[in-house]
């Protein structure tokens, strides 16, 4: 697998992540609910963003060979921060959309 690859599966992760905490997020505290479909299109945009930050904050960000050297298989700890990042990051934002929402 190469560096292209390694990035697609982690963005998939963290679109499914992001959507998975955005309905957790939804679900806990009625004030953050945008229903079903706006918890899950909020978490995912969510997901993304900062699963994307956090990647680059913790090295995620790498030359091409040391990307080709590292996902020979996939990464579990880049998998992990997809799924942190993901998850944290739908969260949050579908609560601020959420409380701006329903003020």
Do not use: H, P, Y
Not at 31 to 45: C, E, P, Q, V
Request: no cysteine.
């Amino acid at each position: 697998m190469g560096e292209t690859d390694m990035d697609i599966v982690g963005l998939i992760i963290q679109l499914i992540a992001g959507a998975v905490g955005g309905n957790v997020a939804g679900k806990a505290n009625s004030k953050f609910d945008l229903g079903s479909a706006g918890n899950s299109i909020a978490g995912a945009i969510g997901g993304v963003v900062l699963g994307q930050i956090i990647e680059r904050v913790t090295g995620g960000a790498v030359t091409a060979d040391q990307a080709a050297a590292a996902t020979q298989g996939l990464d579990i700890a880049g998998i992990i921060t997809s799924l942190v990042g993901g998850g944290a990051g739908g969260a949050v934002l579908s609560a601020i959309i959420g409380m701006m929402k329903n003020r």
